[in-house]
């Protein structure tokens, strides 16, 4: 009897061992440039899969294969996952969301301003000095409305998301 009650205990041991392994691989490692050049991206159905795609690892490298194997596959919709992420994110911040929204017409609009009146050609340092200038505003800005926090939050919550979808899901032979 006592070897049944540690059996279920050393299964979820090992099991978080194997999880808590994926914290020190590289699951960009074999991704290449074809891979995020590709035009077919699956739909979200394909992502998510049957209930039958998906089985725990039986050992870490195991689980590691499968992570950089689907990521391969599935590198759009991880990056689909994180600006869901990020939207929700700032769902209830609404003046965080639009200063984001238009840090990039302000932007646009001072690099129109300045080849407009020609000091693009005239003086390059200038265009440059300014444009560099703007990019610390509204730096500045986004990390005073916590927009900043809201990205690394949303940029971590993804990647334990591919962490966890990567391992669990079943490759393809």
Do not use: C, W
Request: glycine share 4%; hydrophobic share 50%; no cysteine.
């Amino acid at each position: 009897m006592q070897s049944r009650e540690k059996q279920p205990v050393s299964t979820v041991v090992s099991r978080a061992k194997i999880l808590l392994s994926l914290l020190k691989i590289n699951p960009f490692g074999k991704l290449t440039t074809n891979d995020l050049t590709k035009d077919k991206t699956h739909p979200f159905s394909v992502f998510r899969g049957r209930t039958e795609l998906y089985s725990f690892p039986e050992s870490q490298s195991e689980a590691a294969a499968r992570v950089q194997e689907n990521v391969r596959q599935f590198n759009g919709n991880y990056i689909l996952v994180f600006v869901i992420f990020f939207l929700i994110s700032l769902y209830k911040q609404p003046i965080p969301f639009l200063t984001l929204l238009a840090s990039f017409p302000v932007t646009d609009y001072l690099d129109n301003l300045i080849i407009r009146k020609g000091l693009d050609q005239a003086y390059p340092f200038v265009r440059r000095l300014l444009f560099f200038i703007s990019k610390l505003g509204i730096a500045a800005l986004l990390m005073r409305t916590e927009v900043v926090i809201a990205f690394f939050f949303s940029l971590l919550a993804a990647y334990f998301a591919m962490l966890l979808h990567g391992a669990l899901r079943i490759l393809h032979e």
